[in-house]
């Protein structure tokens, strides 16, 4: 070959070797890995916990045709004022729930006595229960009026906010048809009643309304007449309780009086889960890789030896602040520094409270405007503390967000434990935790009465959760964790199927794991799961 064919081959081959070299993909950074799984079930919230405002007021009817042993009369339905001792059965059953509360009527021709709105105050309760008195009419309207005036004043002066997670129930009990100063009282009249106080509770957005009626049998011969009366009665309660949601009873004899076993005090929804998260603290996802943590504070062991900060302890300085808070919120002007405890303005006792167990201190949500009793400020369903980790807001729904535009929505990648700022596909499916959900159907529950109960249950297996090689550490509240100790977190948010966008009932279990376990596994039951208030 001579020279000339040579320089041109040269040439030839180094076009060659540049367009070559153009078109060749960049070298992907890799790791090495090790992945945990949970597995496990969980169950929804029973309707049988009392965890919210349950009201219930009893017009019992005190009139002439229920006797007064005292008073010589024992040929009446009730002459030992039994149907009182019901209801003082009932408050002492459940006045010990602080979320429970109270109101009475005692009424015939008029209301009597009453408690003039809702208590827990023993004393007031049993006063009035101890001033019984007969009269001789049994005004029906009358009472209803009284009873819509109370429930509305109550309302009224309720937290707006609570009123969707709040149950009313009346208690009607009657031994006798509607009569007033010796006038009837038309069925179509009382209904009209029944219905306005059911379409005021409706219009207030309250939770769960219920007007049981009770009719206590005794008092009606059995002659035509009697039976005939009966049946007016009859019609009148059950048409009273088919029109405020409730049931309609009957008590053979006073001594078969009894509230407890009959009236349902739980707030009879089903939950549906709004949200799950599982969190490894200990792990922080980059754009390419992922990083330990080893203290879980939101700082990279390599930014904390950038910073100068202790890797070890989620609060260098010890001033109430975790040193990735303190670096994150600074800004010009309103400068903190993760290793100057005099910039801080929380107060000793609070240095290291999380009091709604949501990963942010109780002082860091001071700061941060979010609510320290509540796990949820914004309602999206994820926690303040795992928020602010990710870098999303805790103070605006993430539903819709998608800060790096690739697609998925934030909401998401924090469940997958990605990085919302990364927008590279091949590598969040490549640390994106794998959630497999299966919806096992109802459970019955035992309540310890003859009253059904169900909540649903869930299977679930959380796979490809990244655990890393970490320091011993100290938490903020001060445990202490061992070398390659991983703390991850599984929280689960609740919400009633009719009220979606009540604020969510929050539940957690937490797990350490150990990068040098043998078996990364965990199995969680439900009983794992603990309510945070």
């Not at 997670?165 to 009643?193: H, M, T």
């Amino acid at each position: 070959m001579d020279k000339r064919m040579t320089t041109i081959f040269s040439l030839l081959m180094l076009f060659l070797s540049m367009i070559g070299c153009s078109k060749s993909p960049p070298l992907e950074r890799t790791q090495v890995r090790t992945q945990a799984s949970l597995n496990g079930s969980f169950l929804t919230e029973s309707p049988d916990e009392i965890n919210f405002p349950v009201k219930v007021l009893f017009a019992i009817d005190c009139s002439l045709s229920m006797g007064d042993e005292e008073m010589g009369i024992v040929d009446g339905s009730d002459p030992y004022f039994l149907r009182i001792e019901a209801v003082r059965n009932f408050i002492s059953q459940y006045n010990s729930n602080e979320n429970t509360s109270f109101a009475i009527m005692l009424w015939s021709n008029t209301v009597f006595e009453t408690t003039g709105g809702f208590t827990k105050d023993p004393a007031v309760l049993d006063g009035i229960l101890s001033d019984v008195q007969n009269d001789t009419t049994t005004d029906y309207l009358g009472t209803l009026d009284e009873i819509f005036i109370d429930l509305r004043n109550d309302i009224i002066g309720s937290n707006e906010e609570n009123r969707v997670r709040s149950k009313y129930i009346v208690i009607f009990l009657s031994d006798g048809v509607p009569n007033a100063q010796g006038e009837s009282q038309a069925d179509a009249d009382i209904w009209e009643r029944v219905e306005d106080i059911n379409s005021m509770v409706t219009e207030y957005g309250i939770g769960s309304f219920n007007f049981h009626t009770f009719l206590l049998l005794g008092n009606f011969g059995n002659d035509a007449y009697g039976q005939a009366r009966r049946a007016e009665a009859e019609t009148t309660l059950a048409g009273m309780a088919e029109r405020g949601n409730g049931q309609f009873s009957l008590f053979e004899s006073a001594e078969a009086v009894d509230f407890i076993n009959i009236v349902d005090m739980r707030l009879t929804v089903e939950y549906d889960v709004k949200y799950m998260v599982v969190y490894n603290y200990n792990v922080r996802p980059g754009v390419e890789l992922i990083y330990a943590d080893s203290d879980g504070d939101g700082l990279s062991d390599d930014d904390e030896t950038l910073y100068g900060t202790d890797p070890t302890l989620t609060d260098t300085d010890g001033d109430g602040f975790s040193d990735f808070f303190e670096i994150k919120v600074s800004s010009p002007g309103h400068e903190l520094n993760p290793l100057d405890p005099t910039d801080s303005n929380c107060d000793a006792p609070a240095v290291g409270v999380d009091s709604d167990k949501d990963g942010l201190m109780d002082c860091e949500e001071l700061v941060k405007g979010t609510n320290r009793l509540v796990p949820d400020t914004d309602l999206d369903g994820i926690p303040d503390g795992i928020e602010f980790l990710t870098n999303t807001n805790p103070l605006e729904s993430q539903q819709s967000t998608d800060t790096d535009f690739d697609g998925v929505v934030d909401w998401l990648e924090v469940q997958r434990h990605t990085n919302v700022t990364s927008n590279d596909e091949k590598i969040r499916e490549r640390y994106s935790y794998q959630y497999d959900i299966q919806d096992s159907g109802l459970v019955q529950i035992n309540q310890g009465t003859e009253m059904e109960s169900h909540v649903r249950q869930f299977n679930f297996t959380i796979s490809n959760i990244d655990v890393v090689e970490t320091r011993g550490y100290t938490t903020a509240d001060g445990k202490v964790r061992q070398d390659g100790d991983n703390l991850i977190r599984f929280y689960l948010a609740e919400v009633p199927e009719d009220t979606p966008d009540s604020p969510p009932v929050f539940r957690m279990a937490e797990v350490v794991i150990n990068i040098n376990d043998d078996n990364k596994t965990i199995n969680l039951t439900p009983a794992d799961f603990t309510l945070l208030q």
